[in-house]
T-cell receptor, first 117, second 109 residues
Framework: NAGVTQTPKFQVLKTGQSMTLQCAQD?????MYWYRQDPGMGLRLIYY???????DKGEVPNGYNVSRLNKREFSLRLESAAPSQTSVYFC????????????????FGPGTRLTVL | DAKTTQPNSMESNEEEPVHLPCNHS???????IHWYRQLPSQGPEYVIH???SNVNNRMASLAIAEDRKSSTLILHRATLRDAAVYYC??????????FGKGITLSVRP
């Protein structure tokens, strides 16, 4: 299994340009997530999808849109990139643990390093 | 979700045990304690989680105080590959992970 894959690995954009970050998982997980990580900080949740066909806002959704294309794929779109969106973006997926009651274990991709000039 | 407090950094020697502390004085009865770690230039990875009892797995042990207001992640023999940022995170059932800054562990050869 490849786990969680993300493309591209690196990207440089100019202010105002748009782009889509791609994420795919091959673990048959129901839930998928997009996070951003700024230098020296922890990860912050942008959007998540609890199951195919549903998406919900996280802590920092402004300036982003998402699409849960199917169970495997969850994309993040920047319609008009801004320098404040320079960050490392991580995608993750999860499925319920066999022991009930606790949050699912999340599996993370390698990240996309985005610079907006 | 309740907050956690971790030291900014810790150093250890290779092949020695490491104890990474986490304070969570406002933890509620249904909050789970999770630990993730993030190796340099990689995404986070799950380490261990627990509710009330101490837990062991192949990566580490989690010692939870009797009053649950603190916990300690124990790496039994640190290796250079264990140098990473370790995040202590509290979650209620089915709630989201909220990452703080974590503790940066350095391992000396």
């Amino acid at each position: 299994n490849a786990g969680v894959t993300q493309t591209p690995k690196f990207q440089v954009l100019k202010t105002g340009q748009s782009m889509t970050l791609q994420c795919a998982q091959d673990m048959n997980h129901n839930s998928m997530y997009w996070y951003r990580q700024d230098p020296g900080m922890g990860l912050r949740l942008i959007y998540y999808s609890a199951s195919e066909g549903t998406t919900d806002k996280g802590e920092v959704p402004n300036g982003y849109n998402v699409s849960r294309l199917n169970k495997r794929e969850f994309s993040l779109r920047l319609e008009s990139a801004a320098p404040s969106q320079t960050s490392v973006y991580f995608c993750a997926s999860s499925s319920p643990r066999t022991s009930g009651g606790s949050t699912d274990t999340q599996y993370f991709g390698p990240g996309t390093r985005l610079t907006v000039l | 979700d309740a907050k956690t407090t971790q030291p900014n950094s810790m150093e250890s020697n290779e092949e020695e045990p490491v104890h990474l502390p986490c304070n969570h004085s406002t933890i509620s009865g249904t909050d789970y304690i999770h630990w993730y770690r993030q190796l340099p230039s990689q995404g986070p990875e799950y380490v261990i989680h627990g509710l009330t009892s101490n837990v062991n797995n192949r990566m580490a042990s989690l010692a939870i105080a009797e009053d649950r207001k603190s916990s300690t992640l124990i790496l039994h023999r640190a290796t250079l590959r264990d140098a990473a940022v370790y995040y202590c995170i509290l979650t209620g059932a089915n709630s989201k992970l909220t990452f703080g800054k974590g503790i940066t562990l350095s391992v000396r050869p």
